[in-house]
Structure formats: structure tokens, C-alpha cells
């Protein structure tokens, strides 16, 4: 439920949706879905390279501080409207960790 709720939100953002315009999430969804509980509930089933993925992206569709700080945003107004208590917070905090981390990768990818 949360992932499919912040798809739809992020989609449509002003600022990143542009980034989801062409992606077929009926096959996406499935992947960061078990991305997510990996991360939140240690499920082992993931099996992908975000990573990867975003950098070979970002020469189609560059990707700076704000669009990162857009998607944290939503994420976490995602997370708060449909949760509180303490795995609300720590799915905001992981993801407080992954936004600069994923940015410092790809940028880091274009002096490559």
C-alpha cells in the first residue's frame, strides 16, 4: 500500500514525474516493493541494483539536489499520512539515507 500510494504521488510531482513517464510499473512496482521490505523488514527476496538503474538514467534525464529532495518529500508525506509510530519514522529515516547516498552515486558516475 505505501509504495503504491507514493507512486501515485510522485508521478504526477511537478518536479519528478517527468522520471516516470515512460516506466511500466506494473512491473516496477513489484520491484520496489520488495526493495522496501527489504529494507524496512529484512526480506531477502530483492534481487536488483537501484543504483545502476539511476545512473544510467541520469544522462537521459538529469538528476540534481531538488529532485532528490522532491521525492524525500513525498516519501515522507507518504508515509505520513497513512502511518505513525516507530516503523513510520524509520521508513523516513532510511529513506533520509538513501536520497543523499543515491545523489552522491550518480554524480560521482558522471566523472566516470
Do not use: C
Request: hydrophobic share 50%.
Amino acid at each position: 500500500m505505501l509504495v503504491a500510494r507514493f507512486y501515485a504521488r510522485i508521478t504526477v510531482d511537478p518536479l519528478i514525474g517527468h522520471f516516470f513517464a515512460h516506466l511500466d510499473l506494473a512491473a516496477h512496482l513489484p520491484r520496489i516493493e520488495a526493495f522496501w521490505r527489504m529494507v524496512l523488514l529484512g526480506d531477502r527476496s530483492y534481487a536488483g541494483d537501484p543504483m545502476t538503474a539511476h545512473i544510467r538514467l541520469d544522462p537521459r534525464h538529469r538528476m540534481e539536489q531538488a529532485h532528490f529532495d522532491a521525492w524525500l518529500r513525498d516519501w515522507e508525506d507518504t508515509v505520513d499520512e497513512s502511518f505513525t509510530g516507530p516503523n513510520a519514522e524509520e521508513a523516513k529515516a532510511r529513506a533520509r539515507t538513501i536520497a543523499p547516498v543515491m545523489l552522491h552515486m550518480v554524480v560521482q558516475a558522471r566523472g566516470a
